[in-house]
């Protein structure tokens, strides 16, 4: 009598500890974290357009148009096509958890009273960012007022742009600003996945856009939130962070190792905190004209969700 065969089993997958705060980095030079091409770094920002800010207040929603700098041609090869869709299927690995279930104390990104930000930080004011090695930072400045309105930070081959704003003691803002990127993005013929992630649930955002070489495609951006002691910090990765796990470890850490300074003076919630230039960075040339450089900012405006009619 043939012998019956055994069935297969494999270890379970243990899952990724998510006890432990992450270390900072090692200390580098402010200098060292500027970058020295045209229209970056400090004493060289970005303007924002007057047209772009002039009929959205600073305390809307954060922008859904954060997007992947290079598009996908919406008629790749179906392979690639397969491939790309598999990426974007709802998955919980381990590691990945909702908001509810993030432990954002421990993992951070971290209030002023929890972490010490003396050394090997950067002040701008609402945010200490970590002084990691090979990062670059751009500071975005709203036209009109003058005043600093994000924070994008370039590391690996990857973008974060950070902006924090004040909230309610008793309640998140992240549920509700959630449900109103997903509108926007769908009011822009876009689409969004939300899912859980490694810094709790995400919101996943393709919207349409043409290629180089004008075929249609889209660009996609990954929405993070985390709810923190009267305040909410967004980011918003782009480039190879928005879809690729390994690619984005990198930059997660360093938002996990981000601070936020809240301050203690009344805001109504949604009031975007105050950035600012850090207080040893020197003054750089002038930035070139918008068209004599490339557009390396993946949110084009500012803390407002826009949309196109």
Not at 17 to 26: G, K, L, Q
Not at 111 to 128: F, N, P, V
Not at 220 to 236: C, D, E, S, T, Y
Not at 296 to 302: S, Y
């Amino acid at each position: 009598m043939p012998s019956t065969p055994h069935p297969r089993t494999s270890a379970p997958r243990p899952a990724a500890d998510a006890s432990r705060r992450p270390p900072p980095e090692a200390s580098h030079p402010h200098e060292n974290l500027i970058r020295k091409g045209p229209g970056h770094g400090f004493g060289r920002l970005r303007k924002k357009k007057q047209d772009d800010t002039a009929d959205a207040p600073l305390t809307q929603e954060p922008a859904a148009d954060a997007v992947e700098d290079a598009p996908e041609p919406a008629d790749a090869p179906a392979a690639a096509r397969n491939d790309a869709e598999a990426t974007l299927e709802p998955s919980a690995p381990a590691g990945h958890v909702s908001s509810a279930d993030y432990d954002r104390a421990v993992q951070g990104p971290f209030d002023a009273s929890e972490q010490d930000t003396d050394h090997g930080y950067i002040d701008l004011g609402a945010l200490r960012i970590n002084a990691a090695e090979g990062l670059q930072l751009r500071l975005e400045v709203e036209e009109r007022s003058k005043r600093v309105i994000a924070v994008t930070l370039d590391l690996a081959g990857s973008t974060l742009q950070l902006q924090a704003f004040a909230a309610p003691k008793t309640e998140g803002l992240w549920d509700e600003i959630r449900e109103q990127i997903g509108t926007s993005v769908g009011s822009q013929g876009g689409t969004v996945e939300e899912r859980p992630g490694r810094l709790g649930t995400e919101l996943l955002a393709k919207l349409p856009a043409q290629t180089p070489d004008g075929q249609a495609g889209f660009r996609v951006a990954r929405f993070v939130g985390i709810n923190g002691p009267r305040w909410f910090l967004r980011g918003v990765f782009g480039g190879p962070a928005a879809l690729n796990p390994s690619a984005a470890a990198p930059i997660e850490k360093l938002f996990r190792s981000v601070v936020v300074v809240r301050g203690e003076h009344p805001l109504p919630p949604r009031e975007l905190l105050q950035l600012r230039l850090p207080k040893d960075a020197a003054a750089g040339p002038p930035a070139a004209p918008a068209a004599a450089r490339p557009d390396l900012n993946p949110l084009e405006r500012g803390p407002e969700i826009t949309e196109t009619r």
